[in-house]
């Protein structure tokens, strides 16, 4: 996985004194984040960034790892919560998808758990979907707008402490300003980057549109898909696209307003199925971000704006479209180039996996420059390159999952997507999927390093009742055993309910204290 010339030599001191991030956004302020609070010896870092490009704003899901990695980097819960408007999202309601909604949570470990090495998935192998999803006390709590919180440490899945936070919505904007607020000794440059010079070691310099130019030991790409800095020391072929799998490469997304946030800012995210493609609707805590996301090849521009107005009913807001490149590069980490967020791949928008991207990377590359005292090496490279791929290929089979086992069949599109066959996938891919199916697997997790649970994967691939014909391996004392744990879990929630205050509610209490 080297991209270095045959027979080439690392330096004996190859140690990192200064980064420089190239690009802002998102991606860039939380890697320099999470940089500069964990990394042990002190390293110069600088972000270079045009400010006249920024983030979308529209309003972004995240996955739980996103929360947690902010508060472990300091940021009060509170402080962070409230500047970026930041709501809670306990997971993704799709509708349209199939003849019945289904829910995919977000990490609820005890909504998966009946009791010590039984998981729900497995009790409900055997059984419709529409009855896993009745006993699905996370969605009921959701969908019932309550808050997942009791206080400010106390949550419904027995997590305590303010760096268990789970996953949220959140202001793009509004979380960078705050990042920036805890950022003294990270150097900002506001220059457009127009010239990036390479030896055979890797980028020498960048230079700015004023002549300026910029060295470092090591570049954080964060260019989004541009990859300005990664294509440079990389070959061609290194990018792999995902249309054949995945079909959509554009979004338009509209802001609205609320009218009763107390029904409308729901603690989750809603995608509904559309003619090319399918819409978002992401409640934040003074507006709710809308968008579709869409294939050009069956829709224009014009006609999705259309579609999308029509679903929201909002003629007013100015729409802005916005391209995607779903695909991933083979290499990420070469030469003295790391590339970060968009720069490395992109899954679409459907299980907010981008800042996921992140915030792993990240906090890989400082585990491995704390463990090898700042040294970049070819070892830590292979390293980030295999765990990038290894997250991006889960992440990728997750998503188109989601397409795959729907059974919606009544545009081009859909048909098109009805068209997919698993054989028809990468050989990498369909090993990840054979750990879910066609059986329903035994474990939690088949692996410590996946992220996404059994049962998220059962809420996917049964929502359309998949493993239809399969039987369950409890036994008949385990079912028992089953229905009264799920006895219990139905009167948590009954009870929880008389404690948790609705949603919007809570938060304005909260944020007003």
Known sequence: MSTYPPGYILPDLNQIKKIIIL??????????????????????????????AGPIGVGEGTQPITANTLANCGIPLLEWMKSSKATYKMGVELVGWSDNSYFVDNDYI????????????????????????????????????????LNGNLDLNFNVGPTEIGAVHFSAYDILETIKNHLPYVKHIDAKIIEV?????????????????????????????????????????????YSPWL??????????????????????TKATAMNSGWAFKIPIFTRIGNGYVYSSKYISDADAEKELREHL?????????????????????????CAIGLSAGFIEPLEATTLSFTTLLTNHLVFGLNRQNNIWT???????????????????????????FSTKND????????????????????????????????????????????TQWFSVINSA?????????????????????????????????????????????????
């Open 23 to 52: 690009g802002g956004g998102t991606s860039g302020w939380l890697s320099a984040l999470i940089l500069s609070k964990k990394l042990r010896n002190p390293i110069e870092i600088v972000l270079i960034e045009d400010v006249t």
């Open 110 to 149: 005890q909504n998966s758990i009946l009791f010590k090495n039984v998981f729900k998935s497995v009790y409900f192998t055997d059984k419709p979907y529409t009855d896993f999803l009745k006993h699905n006390y996370v969605y009921k709590f959701a969908k019932d707008n309550l808050s997942p919180k």
């Open 197 to 241: 010079e390479t030896t055979e070691k890797g980028i020498s310099k960048l230079i700015d549109e004023t002549g300026q130019e910029y060295t470092a030991d090591l570049y954080l790409d964060c260019s989004g898909f541009k990859s300005l800095l990664l294509d440079k020391v990389t070959e061609s072929d290194n990018y792999e696209s």
């Open 247 to 268: 079909f959509n490469d554009r979004s338009v997304v509209i802001q609205t307003q609320y009218k009763d946030p107390k029904q409308e800012c729901h603690p989750y």
């Open 313 to 337: 009913n909002e003629w007013e807001s100015p729409a802005k479209f916005i391209d995607m490149k779903c695909g991933r590069h083979k290499t990420i980490a070469s030469k003295n180039v």
């Open 378 to 404: 070819e070892n830590l490279m292979y390293e980030i390159n295999k765990e990038f791929g290894d997250t991006i290929n889960e992440f990728f089979t997750f998503v188109w999952s989601h397409y795959y």
């Open 411 to 454: 545009t081009e599109y859909w048909k098109d997507i009805r068209k997919l066959t698993i054989d028809d996938l990468p050989e990498n891919i369909k090993l990840h999927l054979l750990d879910y199916y066609p059986l329903c697997t035994d474990f939690l997790f088949t692996d410590l390093n996946k992220h996404f649970s059994s």
């Open 465 to 513: 009742d998949a493993y239809k014909g399969s039987s369950t391996s409890l036994t008949k004392e385990e079912q028992e055993y089953c229905k009264y744990s799920l006895r219990l879990q139905e009167n948590k929630y009954k009870i929880a309910k008389e404690f948790c205050m609705n949603h919007y509610e809570y938060l304005q209490q909260w944020y007003n204290t």
